[in-house]
C-alpha cells in the first residue's frame, strides 16, 4: 500500500510586510514556492511521489509600524528590488494593505484547491 510509504512535510513561510498589498503577496507566494522548488501550494515535493509538501503562508505582520524600532519601513522599500516596487504600491503607505494580501492568499488557496481536484 503506498499510502503506508508516504509522507506528509508541513513547511511555514511568511509574508513580510514589505510584500502587503495583492500584488505583492501574489509576487512573494511565487519566489518563496519557487525557493522550495514546488509549483503550488500542495505540491508533489519528491521524485518518487511518496512524499507530500504542504506549504503555510501566514502574513507576517499585518502592516509596517514606524512605532517599533526595527521597523524601518520607509528604508526597506528603498532597499526593494524594482521589479517588487513595480508588482504595487508601498504597504507602508497603506494601513489596509494587509487585507489585499488576505483576498490573494484566498485566491490562491482556492487555485490550489481546484488544481488539487483536477489532478484526482
Given at each position: 500500500?503506498?499510502?503506508?510509504?508516504?509522507?506528509?512535510?508541513?513547511?511555514?513561510?511568511?509574508?513580510?510586510?514589505?510584500?502587503?498589498?495583492?500584488?505583492?503577496?501574489k509576487?512573494?507566494?511565487?519566489?518563496?514556492?519557487?525557493?522550495?522548488?514546488?509549483?503550488?501550494?500542495?505540491?508533489?515535493?519528491?521524485?518518487?511521489?511518496?512524499?507530500?509538501?504542504?506549504?503555510h503562508?501566514?502574513?507576517?505582520?499585518?502592516?509596517?509600524?514606524?512605532?517599533?524600532?526595527?521597523?524601518?519601513?520607509?528604508?526597506?522599500?528603498?532597499?526593494?528590488?524594482?521589479?517588487?516596487?513595480?508588482?504595487?504600491?508601498?504597504?507602508?503607505?497603506?494601513?489596509?494593505?494587509?487585507?489585499?494580501?488576505?483576498?490573494?492568499?484566498?485566491?490562491?488557496?482556492?487555485?490550489?484547491?481546484?488544481?488539487?481536484?483536477?489532478?484526482?
Amino acid at each position: 500500500d503506498s499510502s503506508r510509504n508516504s509522507s506528509v512535510i508541513h513547511v511555514v513561510t511568511k509574508i513580510w510586510y514589505t510584500h502587503l498589498g495583492y500584488e505583492r503577496t501574489k509576487l512573494a507566494v511565487q519566489e518563496s514556492l519557487k525557493k522550495l522548488h514546488v509549483d503550488n501550494v500542495a505540491s508533489d515535493g519528491s521524485s518518487d511521489g511518496q512524499n507530500l509538501l504542504r506549504v503555510h503562508l501566514i502574513l507576517h505582520w499585518p502592516h509596517c509600524d514606524p512605532n517599533i524600532s526595527w521597523m524601518e519601513c520607509e528604508e526597506e522599500e528603498e532597499r526593494l528590488p524594482q521589479y517588487v516596487k513595480d508588482a504595487g504600491p508601498p504597504p507602508h503607505l497603506n494601513p489596509n494593505a494587509w487585507k489585499d494580501s488576505w483576498r490573494a492568499l484566498e485566491e490562491l488557496y482556492l487555485q490550489d484547491r481546484r488544481h488539487q481536484r483536477a489532478r484526482h
